[in-house]
């Protein structure tokens, strides 16, 4: 069974410091990767995937990801937060090569504060 | 483009009764599904089509029904509402659901159950 974690609820940080956000998967087969941020009230918007190639993927809003296959992880990651990166992050893992659902699979979701 | 529109934006419901959630996209998406959100447990598939006249199961299917008779809407119907069913729904649309497609996500429902 494919699966994602997201292990910290809440993660603080301090504005102009880095930033990361843990992401954790367990899939069958080859992982499509990604990140979604949610902002009050609104709906998910799609921050960075990866599908194959660079370990490093760059996304929107100065965002990236780092895919390590042998620990599993795709954190999410920022050289500088701002405040108003202060959202709900999801990590999220297509399924669908066992199953025929072409669907993600979330995490519970990593509440980002950013400090002034 | 509007991309994913749903409608109602709030809803309330009592116990019993039955409704449908609408959801359109303008972009041609091949691809449509419906997930709820729920406060600690991240999004969960409800049903998804991989395109008109076709739809399955996602994960969490019992108590909705859903039909895709156009490529653009995609209604979730409650058949008889129950509190258990309070919660966030979202729509989303990708273009054609292959496994490296960018799935877009619809400004969300809020429903609530009394």
């Known amino acids: 069974a494919q699966s994602v974690a997201q292990p910290e609820d809440q993660v603080n940080v301090a504005e102009g410091n880095p930033l990361t956000v843990k992401c954790t998967y367990s899939v069958s087969g080859n992982p499509y990767l990604f990140w979604y941020v949610q902002y009050p009230n609104r709906g998910l918007q799609f921050l960075l995937k990866y599908i194959t190639g660079d370990n490093l993927v760059k996304g929107s809003y100065g965002f990236e990801a780092e895919f390590n296959k042998s620990q599993t992880s795709f954190h999410l990651k920022k050289p500088s937060a701002l405040v108003s990166d202060s959202a709900l992050y999801f990590c999220?893992?297509?399924?669908?090569?066992?199953?025929?659902?072409?669907?993600?699979?979330f995490g519970s979701g990593t509440r980002l504060q950013v400090q002034p | 483009n509007a991309g994913v529109t749903q409608t109602p934006k709030f809803q309330v419901l009592k116990t019993g009764q039955s409704m449908t959630l609408q959801c359109a996209q303008d972009?041609?998406?091949?691809?449509m599904s419906w997930y709820r959100q729920d406060p600690g447990m991240g999004l969960r598939l409800i049903h998804y089509s991989v395109g008109a006249g076709i739809t399955d199961q996602g994960e969490v299917p019992n108590g909705y029904n859903v039909s895709r008779s156009t490529t653009e809407d995609f209604p979730l119907r409650l058949l008889s509402a129950a509190p258990s069913q309070t919660s966030v729904y979202f729509c989303a649309s990708s273009t054609s659901g292959t496994f490296t497609d960018t799935q877009y996500f619809g400004p969300g429902t809020r429903l609530t159950v009394l």
């Open positions: 972009m041609n998406h091949e691809y």
């Open positions: 999220a893992v297509r399924i669908g090569a066992d199953t025929g659902r072409r669907a993600l699979t």
